[in-house]
């Protein structure tokens, strides 16, 4: 273990730039695979918490979508109710959120070490998620239309958070490298 502390030390003192982007890197997805798959049990058992709501058809903007023979809702945000609704739109967000607001001071703090000014970074942040999540969403809309009929619930979670995840990390990565310096805060940000 020393001989490999050993090199990565000889590493970062040579290439400080890229260990940073490599502890980084590496810190960042760790921690958002563990939030992943918090999310994951969040929505695999939270549709059930809402299961006495309306199966209603919730979402914007309802454009009716024909695919494998499967029509459905195209949202930017929501679900039909064939594929959910309204239960399943608020389990969704409800594990998203979480999911973010344990994450957020995760990353800020731990991964990225900095010290900035938290409600600047914390509006990006959520910015960032706003966008993010209409993304994710307009893509996982389709997922769970197709996905529901060939393969059960549990299996189109895993779906599901994957989407969610896999695409929100490639994304916040950057956004948090811009949002997070690393130190103190900078005058513009106060």
């Not at 810190?27 to 929505?43: E, R």
């Not at 914007?60 to 309204?86: Q, S, V």
């Not at 979670?157 to 950057?174: A, C, E, P, R």
């Amino acid at each position: 273990m020393e001989k490999i502390k050993g090199l990565w030390l000889g590493f970062a003192e040579k290439h400080p730039g890229a260990s940073k982007w490599i502890r980084e890197g590496g810190l960042f997805v760790i921690v958002s695979n563990l939030i992943t798959v918090l999310k994951y049990f969040m929505l695999l058992f939270l549709p059930l918490a809402f299961a006495g709501l309306p199966k209603v058809d919730f979402g914007f903007p309802g454009i009716d979508i024909t695919l494998f023979g499967e029509t459905f809702k195209w949202n930017i945000i929501g679900y039909d109710a064939a594929h959910g609704g309204l239960p399943y739109f608020c389990a969704y967000m409800i594990a998203m959120v979480v999911g973010e607001c344990i994450n957020f001071p995760i990353q800020r703090s731990f991964v990225f070490r900095s010290k900035g000014n938290i409600w600047y970074q914390g509006m990006w942040y959520l910015i960032a998620f706003c966008i993010v999540t209409c993304i994710v969403n307009s893509i996982n809309c389709i997922w769970v239309a197709v996905a529901g009929m060939f393969v059960p619930d549990w299996l189109y979670n895993i779906g599901t958070t994957v989407l969610n995840g896999g695409v929100s990390m490639v994304v916040f990565f950057f956004v948090n490298k811009i949002i997070f310096p690393e130190g103190e805060a900078k005058k513009a940000e106060t």
